[in-house]
């Protein structure tokens, strides 16, 4: 099975840009999280999905968002960015999301905000 | 709070000696716990899972309830254990939500 992938897998925007990153799961998997990884704040829960719905959300301001779609890929953007938004963003996808199945991470997206 | 804390950002030891990650963590109910690995230029991994009991690569992890600790150990380290281990919980059971603790960057010298 492919893993996970993650586009693009570098960025750069200036400040008050917004970006979109892309995940795309392991074919299969219906749950997909996303996690901001900064050298300061460690790894930090975005927000789940599954099944196209948003099921669980961490505590990220609402310039934080995401979506799925039918096929399980996701995309998250980040509007009107911060320096603060400097980050690895990293997607994990899972065939349920419940604790008992192994989550899967992709590469990352290093995302540099200038 | 849901939390975790790996008191140890650097943990250098000699190859053959015992190992032990440190992990405590805070959550009110029956917490599900994991260790992440990530080698070098590797992806974040799954090591173990403390409803398995199970030993991988050498390492074993207890969950501690009354310490509210999960450990990571193994009695004789090799220098391809060299890694950044990340101690996760499991937020809530019915979705994928893991907190992690920042990580303790394994160095094992030959």
């Known amino acids: 099975k492919a893993g996970v992938t993650q586009t693009p897998r570098y960025l750069i925007k200036t400040r008050g840009q917004q970006v979109t990153l892309s995940c795309s799961p392991i074919?299969?998997?219906?749950?997909v999280s996303w996690y901001q990884q900064t050298p300061g704040q460690g790894l930090q829960f975005l927000f789940e999905?599954?099944?196209?719905?948003?099921?669980n959300k961490g505590n990220f301001p609402g310039r934080f968002s995401g979506r799925q779609f039918s096929n399980s890929r996701s995309e998250m953007n980040v509007s009107t960015l911060e320096l603060g938004d400097s980050a690895l963003y990293l997607c994990?996808?899972?065939?349920?999301?419940?604790?008992?199945?192994?989550?899967?991470f992709g590469p990352g997206t290093r995302l540099l905000v200038l | 709070a849901q939390r975790v804390t790996q008191p140890e950002k650097l943990l250098s030891v000699f190859k053959g000696a015992p190992v032990e990650l440190k992990c405590n963590y805070s959550?009110?109910?029956?917490?599900?716990l994991f260790w992440y690995v990530q080698y070098s230029r590797q992806r974040l991994q799954l090591l173990l899972r403390?409803?398995s009991r199970e030993s991988i690569k050498g390492f074993t992890a207890d969950l501690n309830k009354g310490e509210t600790s999960f450990h990571l150990k193994k009695p004789f380290a090799q220098e391809e254990d060299s890694a950044m281990y990340y101690c996760?919980?499991?937020?809530?059971?019915?979705?994928?939500?893991?907190?992690f603790g920042q990580g303790t960057t394994l160095q094992v010298k030959p």
């Open positions: 959550y009110s109910g029956s917490p599900e």
């Open positions: 999905y599954f099944s196209e719905t948003q099921r």
């Open positions: 996760a919980l499991h937020g809530s059971s019915n979705t994928g939500k893991l907190i």
């Open positions: 403390h409803i």
């Open positions: 994990a996808s899972s065939s349920t999301g419940t604790s008992t199945v192994t989550q899967y």
């Open positions: 074919s299969g998997h219906r749950s």
